[in-house]
């Protein structure tokens, strides 16, 4: 559920207070990173009929036709005794012939900095590679399973990038990479897209809030009307897909915004209080709802300083 946890409550009280523990963590990450654990992999309970999941769904208002845009934790998954490609087909039964799932299918590429040096490491001049297929997903099973589905249509933008199967699959990624100095999740991107088409945000099995990527909608399609000054930098990517090759500079958010200036527990709050989030806890597996709609247009009311960020100097608004 929402904001569960000591840990979050806490933080959920003030944004300051997650600031706090956001700069005492990242000014001693190379302490932290010997002694942090990998999430606690979840304890094996009974089986759970994935049919309880998709009923729930229904019940939020998803139906034959709608856009899905699903955030997935697969060992969470595990007690539905269903394999990745399983599960798949489970959610997009759920919005039929006529209905698009889509899933982040976000990449890690080799020679990017380690924690020690991940917020003041200059990656200016390198040249990181993009293989549309073969470069490792790290958003999980699901969405890895979903990149080597023969129907499936995979972005070429190389951050934040989108995997979808359904009618608006295509459709969803032909733009991406269009426009001069693009932006992750601006007026070409996929995730534009999914606004557009009216998308429902969707978290099995992990925590939404923590990787609502949709928020960066808000910020990219305000370019440079954005009010925090410095947001972005640049990187450069060898963009491969099959025959197809090409070299492109992109921008994405400076790693501190980020990693010390996101509230995202009280951005959780703010969305549960607001009824934006939808959460609720099925024997054990998290299942979370947002439409993107409401996401964006509360985002939109409230970022003339830049909410969810917070602690920025005034010379950088």
């Known amino acids: 559920m929402a904001n569960t946890g000591i840990k979050n409550k806490i933080m959920g009280l003030s944004p300051y207070i997650e600031l706090l523990v956001r700069y005492i963590y990242w000014k001693n990450i190379g302490l932290f990173s010997r002694f ?6 979840r304890k094996d309970l009974d089986f759970v009929e994935f049919s309880k999941i998709t009923n729930y769904l229904k019940e939020t208002g998803i139906s034959n036709g709608d856009l899905l845009l699903v955030h997935s934790s697969y060992g969470d998954l595990k007690c539905t005794q269903k394999k990745p490609i399983e599960i798949i087909h489970e959610i997009k039964n759920l919005v039929g012939e006529q209905g698009t799932l889509a899933m982040p299918a976000i990449r890690k590429y080799e020679g990017e900095p380690d924690l020690k040096n991940y917020l003041k490491a200059d990656i200016s001049e390198i040249i990181f590679e993009y293989d549309v297929h073969n470069t490792k997903v790290q958003t999980g099973a699901l969405p890895a399973t979903m990149v080597q589905m023969p129907e499936a249509f995979v972005s070429r933008f190389p951050l934040n990038t989108l995997v979808s199967i359904g009618p ?9 990479l269009l426009g001069d100095f693009p932006t992750p999740c601006g007026i070409n991107s996929s995730w534009k897209f999914c606004l557009d088409h009216n998308a429902y945000l969707i978290g099995l099995g992990t925590d ?12 990219d399609m305000l370019d440079d009307k954005w009010p925090i000054k410095n947001w972005y930098r640049k990187k450069i990517f060898k963009i491969i897909d099959k025959d197809f090759e090409t070299l492109k500079v992109v921008r994405e958010r400076r790693p501190k915004w980020g990693t010390l200036h996101w509230a995202g527990r009280t951005l959780c709050k703010d969305l549960t209080n607001k009824n934006i989030l939808h959460s609720q806890n099925i024997d054990g597996i998290t299942v979370e709802v947002i439409k993107a709609k409401e996401l964006i247009d509360y985002l939109n009311s409230k970022n003339s300083k830049g909410y ?7 010379h950088l608004r």
């Open 208 to 219: 939404l809030t923590g990787c609502l990527t949709m928020i960066h909608l808000a910020e």
């Open 308 to 314: 969810p960020y917070f602690c920025v100097k005034k």
């Open 168 to 176: 608006l699959a295509k459709p969803m990624m032909e733009k991406n």
């Open 36 to 41: 942090v654990k990998s999430k606690k992999k």
